[in-house]
């Protein structure tokens, strides 16, 4: 069993930037990948990025690549969302979410955490 911690969400203008952690207690997630998940309200749950056990490889959803890193400290049990150039559709609740393969799917995460809202003014 994998427990997930989301930190770190906050209200800010247009154009700032944010950095979400996730910290995992119980089971280590070292050996899997980690993904990060957004949700507006009344749309459907939205990829955004995900991380290989070992950090070797990243992937990014569209609306966000160029602007969001992914990263990880295994040390530490943690994976963060570094976010720049925030823009108001970014307004969403984040999951991070830990899953047994690299998948851009969130039927296939099976760990989550609880969510931190992310709100972006104009």
């Known amino acids: 069993q994998v427990q997930l911690v989301e930190s770190g969400g906050g209200l800010v203008q247009a154009g700032s930037s944010l950095r979400l952690s996730c910290t995992a207690s119980g089971r280590t997630f070292k050996g899997v990948p980690v993904g990060w998940f957004r949700q507006a309200p009344g749309q459907e749950r939205e990829f955004v990025a995900v991380?290989?056990?070992?950090?070797?490889?990243?992937y990014y959803g569209d609306s966000v690549k160029g602007r969001f890193t992914i990263s990880r400290d295994n040390a530490k049990n943690t994976a963060f969302l570094q976010m720049n150039s925030l823009k108001p559709e970014d307004t969403a609740v984040y999951y991070c979410?830990?899953?047994?393969?690299?998948?851009?799917?969130?039927?296939?995460?099976?760990?989550w955490g609880q969510g931190t809202q992310v709100t972006v003014s104009s």
């Open positions: 991380i290989t056990w070992n950090g070797g490889s990243t």
């Open positions: 979410a830990a899953a047994p393969r690299n998948s851009y799917y969130s039927t296939d995460y099976n760990y």
